[in-house]
T-cell receptor, first 110, second 117 residues
């Protein structure tokens, strides 16, 4: 069983929609939670970074971590075609050494 | 500010050959990580340098893989001899040595696509 399971997608939404991306994890020792965005033929780019439980908002993006249910989410409001990419959730016990989900490919149609 | 640079961007080699991948981290970043994504699988941790020292190499698949970080600057990852299952995308990432772990954020390079035929 994988330590981090990510909703596989792919996901296709119209421009302006609210997008919800989700992951679950099994190791209760994880305490750092990240969301990365990856464009084709590029490396992952850190989007959101959370330490422990709670919500974090940055512009149109909101990350939620619920350690009691081992569930992490990323919400994108007013989605744009430029948000089309693969989104990766990641967790870690020690900052830097991360365990990744498989990724969810999102397409936002104009 | 230049980002993390990796080269080559693509490498195609035959089984049994040797390949060396290079990573130049962001200047001043003490932490350097190698990750790998093989086809159909998730990105997986390989190893972690702090300056020139290997901090954690628990993710290295076997002794055909050798990583070095000369003088705490750039790093190389050598695969010798390469096998078919080594094909994938090899990512390098770097981060500053932050005051606390909660501030450590990874910056990834674009990766090297390795194809072993």
């Amino acid at each position: 069983q994988k330590e981090v399971e990510q909703d596989p997608g792919p996901l296709s939404v119209p421009e302006g929609a609210i997008v919800s991306l989700n992951c679950t994890y099994s190791n209760s020792a994880f305490q750092y939670f990240m969301w990365y965005r990856q464009y084709s033929r590029k490396g992952p780019e850190l989007l959101m970074y959370t330490y422990s439980s709670g919500n974090k908002e940055d512009g149109r993006f909101t990350a939620q971590v619920d350690k009691s249910s081992k569930y992490i989410s990323l919400f994108i409001r007013d989605s744009q075609p430029s948000d089309s990419a693969t989104y990766l959730c990641a967790t870690s016990i020690l900052a830097g050494k991360s365990t990744f989900g498989d990724g969810t490919t999102l397409t936002v149609k104009p | 500010e230049a980002g993390v640079t990796q080269f080559p961007s693509h490498s195609v080699i035959e089984k049994g050959q040797t390949v060396t991948l290079r990573c130049d981290p962001i200047s001043g970043h003490d932490n350097l990580y190698w990750y790998r994504r093989v086809m159909g699988k998730e990105i997986k941790f390989l190893l972690h340098f702090v300056k020139e020292s290997k901090q954690d190499e628990s993710g290295m698949p076997n002794n055909r893989f050798l990583a070095e970080r000369t003088g705490g600057t750039y790093s190389t990852l050598k695969v010798q001899p390469a096998e078919l299952e080594d094909s994938g995308v090899y990512f390098c990432a770097s981060s500053q040595r932050a005051g606390t772990p909660t501030n450590e954020k990874l910056f990834f390079g674009s990766g090297t696509q390795l194809s072993v035929l």
